[in-house]
């Protein structure tokens, strides 16, 4: 069974740094993409950055991009997002999900995933 955990938010004064973590077990990952999400109160899920398993493919939203860079670590099965200079707007619950087949083209999709983690709250503070 596969399982995500994420981990890694907490609350940030503007312009401070997070690293986010998304730890996967349950199956090897070769031809998986995992992507970042965040989903703010009241609005749909919001793709912030994606990452294809073997590292050769990365995407990031616009509003991310300079800011956040995603890596992952084949050896600990784990994907991080370090996130510098924060913004308020940044403040949202950020969810890690994973699904096969996914390509640069369509790392931004939230049906293309379809394994999640349980959330972890970013808050950043002005």
């Known amino acids: 069974q596969v399982q995500l955990v994420d981990s890694g938010g907490g609350l940030v004064q503007a312009g401070g740094s997070l690293r986010l973590s998304c730890s996967a077990s349950g199956r090897t990952f070769t031809g998986y993409a995992v992507g970042w999400f965040r989903q703010a109160p009241g609005k749909d899920h919001e793709f912030v950055a994606g990452?294809?398993?073997?590292?050769?493919?990365?995407r990031y939203a616009d509003s991310v991009k300079g800011r956040f860079t995603i890596s992952v670590d084949n050896a600990k099965n784990t994907v991080y997002l370090q996130m510098n200079s924060l913004k308020p707007e940044d403040t949202a619950n950020y969810y890690c999900a994973a699904g096969l087949g996914i390509t640069v083209a369509t790392m931004t999709s939230v049906t293309s995933h379809q394994y999640w983690g349980q959330g972890t709250q970013v808050t950043v503070s002005s």
């Open positions: 990452i294809r398993w073997s590292g050769l493919g990365t």
